[in-house]
């Protein structure tokens, strides 16, 4: 199921009730919108209600979206259960993808929401357009430069955060002249330890990073060049459920791109675009006390690639789209282990090893009249996965002897969803899909990545098969000027599951670790689950929204597989009056307990929190002051979620303020 997971809840369900044309909107947004996305947006100025707000605040917003924490920064996005390789994580359409073993730098880290434009989430098999799925995908599409005919715009920030005595200040300026325009964006964070609820302060949860990011754009009328350039610094950051921190972390991100309008050619929008960036991640565990054997843990991942992708003239009910792609990437992560008194050990955690995919992806809404619209899409990715001969080679052949320097695997997608108006104002639409996904490198050559959750090392297995996944949804929603209403329900059933097994026989390589296990392909897996939401306006000046999601999860012999998250809600309301805005916001999460214990967890108790927020618009002379104030887990509960690794109590009571300034 397309599911247009625009940022907040009200925004999925006016989108899925006003666009019966999902995918042809995009494209035209992408096209006509960026010119004048900037204000007045109800999409980007609802979720920049919350100056302060990180990418990751928006995103666990999103229906069918959680994170999974390991501290205070540095969370990982995970679709209904799934996540890591499961989803695909992009920018822009780009594929990027971490430099670390140990999954503290999922990519959306390295965007702050000045650099964003929006967030599109599209939830399972069907979420293929980026790259063949199990789970779905997530693209941060990033703010383009825009034509204005203000030639100097731009915002600057500063804010506060009393509960990890946090700074963010930010700046981006847009440049526009007749046919050109460029910008500049500049953040920069800083975080102590935070203070979890009760006040107990979380030692290891600082951090400091810069964000800097410049793009141009060339118009020639209805043909526009792009071009970006993304620079992204941590240092410092601390992962408190985790032995070590990270010392360094710099992401490159570069691209060219192309957009062709024609309206009445066959292909009526084309959009091209070449990339390029790299990671560079480096552990560090010189800041703990009490570490039993110091080691140096540096990774660097880079991808390389291009797509085109348009779609065609409407040819009778028929409108019919194009992707074409094709990523490179290379990975190495190494390993020098100092024991005292003898001489240091090296590794290749990731061998140096790499991938190269080649896909098409094609997708056409039929629509067969006014009340109902077929949509059927499919993709087909040919994947060639090298390891070099070396090192890491050597070291895989002790487990794998006649381990390969190329395997070659094929990986496809299937989609069909019927969209039926039913009387006047519901809308039901029932999704049936198939789709597969690669293993990760990790999971095919990792080499004694420890996990700190179950405590285990781990060993990739070369000849993993591909994950699949059968899957169907149900959507019914209801719309009405003062309600919107949607539920889904989806039923996922994984054959070739990617998991992991005890091997007893083997000896650990970390000091004090559990034990080994290698990954392996389990018969299978099933998540079920759903959400649900409702808006209501009240008033002119109260609104109401409120969201549900659910999942559950089990192996084919009904053991609950790990890390699935709670049933949660996120309740707002909101009352606006002129330049003023005030909105209670309660997150419940239910107790989890459906675990794993043989991946080390335990039960969680569930928790209800509450947030304030508000906001004052200054105008003069067409320019805007914002100010921003909110106290977060108002009542300064200690709580986790499921999802957090450690059972790590998350932030107690957050004042946070943040004034803007918009010219
Ligand atoms: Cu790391």
Same mark, same amino acid.
């Given at each position: 199921m397309r599911l247009i997971c625009s940022l907040l809840v009200f925004v999925v369900v006016g989108v899925r009730a006003q666009s019966v044309d999902t995918l042809r909107t995009l494209y035209l947004s992408e096209v006509v919108v960026n010119s004048t =996305?900037?204000?007045?947006d109800t999409l980007q100025n609802f979720f920049r209600a919350n100056k302060s707000a990180t990418t990751e605040d928006i995103l666990s917003r999103l229906q069918g979206v959680y994170l999974i924490r390991r501290g205070n920064y540095g969370q990982e996005p995970m679709l209904r259960g799934m996540t890591g390789g499961q989803i695909n994580l992009t920018i822009d359409g780009m594929k990027m993808f971490g430099a670390c073993t140990d999954k503290?730098?999922?990519?959306? =880290?390295?965007?702050e929401p000045q650099n964003l434009k929006s967030i599109q989430a599209v939830l399972?098999? %069907?979420?293929? &357009? $980026?790259g063949t799925t199990v789970g779905g995908s997530v693209d941060m599409q990033l703010a383009q430069p825009f034509l204005s005919s203000q030639p100097v715009t731009g915002r600057v920030g500063v804010g506060y955060q009393s509960a990890w005595n946090g700074f963010n200040t930010y700046a981006n300026v847009n440049y526009s002249q007749h046919k050109s325009a460029y910008n500049l964006s500049l953040n920069y964070r800083k975080a102590d330890d935070y203070r979890a609820g009760g006040g107990e302060v979380i030692p290891y949860s600082q951090y400091e990073k810069m964000n800097l990011s410049a793009g141009g754009k060339w118009s020639m009328g209805k043909d526009t060049l792009l071009a970006s350039a993304l620079v992204d610094d941590g240092w410092? =950051?601390?992962?408190?459920? $985790?032995?070590m921190d990270v010392g360094s972390a710099k992401a490159r991100i570069y691209s060219l791109g192309y957009n062709r309008y024609r309206a009445h050619e066959t292909v009526q929008n084309l959009n091209a675009k070449i990339y390029y960036n790299s990671v560079f991640h480096s552990m560090d565990d010189t800041q703990r006390e009490n570490v039993e054997m110091h080691m140096d843990m540096p990774g660097t991942s880079t991808t390389g690639g291009g797509f085109v992708e348009g779609n065609f003239h409407p040819a009778g009910k028929h409108t019919l789209s194009f992707r074409t792609d094709y990523y490179h990437n290379q990975v190495l992560a190494e390993m020098t282990m100092y024991p005292e008194g003898a001489s240091s050990m090296y590794m290749q955690t990731w061998p140096a090893s790499g991938r190269s995919v080649t896909g098409i992806y094609l997708n056409d809404v039929y629509k067969?009249?006014?009340?109902t619209q077929v949509t059927v899409n499919g993709r087909i990715d040919w994947a060639v996965t090298t390891l070099q001969e070396g090192f890491g080679m050597d070291q895989l052949q002790v487990f794998y002897p006649n381990v390969q320097s190329a395997y070659q695997q094929i990986t496809s997608t299937v989609n069909g969803k019927v969209k039926q108006l039913i009387r006047s104002n519901w809308i039901a639409e029932v999704h049936v899909g198939y789709g597969e996904r690669l293993p990760t490198l990790s999971e095919n050559f990792g080499f004694? $990545?420890?996990? &700190?959750? %179950?405590g285990f090392d781990y060993i990739g297995q070369p000849d993993l098969v591909p994950e699949k996944n059968w899957s169907t949804d149900l959507t019914l929603s209801y719309f009405s000027d003062q309600v919107q209403l949607t539920a889904t329900g989806f039923y996922n059933y994984l054959p070739d599951y990617i998991f992991s097994r005890i091997h007893p026989e083997l000896s650990v390589m970390t000091p004090g670790a559990n034990g080994v296990k290698i990954y392996e392909n389990i018969p299978s897996a099933t998540l079920v689950g759903g959400e649900a939401s409702v808006l209501a306006n009240f008033s002119k000046n109260l609104q109401f929204i409120t969201a549900l999601k659910y999942t559950h999860g089990q192996d084919f012999e009904g053991t609950p597989l790990p890390l699935i998250p709670p049933l949660t809600s996120n309740t707002t309301l909101r009352y606006s009056i002129k330049n003023f805005n005030i909105q209670l916001e309660n997150e419940i999460a239910s107790s989890q307990q459906n675990v794993s214990p043989s991946y080390g967890e335990d039960e969680t108790v569930g928790y209800s929190i509450f947030n304030l927020r508000s906001g004052y618009k200054i105008n003069w002379n067409r320019k805007q002051l914002y100010v921003n104030a909110g106290i977060e887990n108002m009542f300064d509960k200690n709580y986790h979620n499921h999802l957090d690794w450690g059972n790590l109590p998350r932030p107690g009571r957050n004042i946070n303020v943040t004034i803007e300034f918009v010219f």
């Open positions: =996305i900037q204000e007045g503290m730098d999922p990519v959306s =880290i390295y965007i399972g098999s %069907d979420g293929s &357009r $980026l410092n =950051i601390g992962f408190p459920a $985790l032995p067969i009249n006014r009340s004694y $990545l420890f996990n &700190r959750y %179950d």
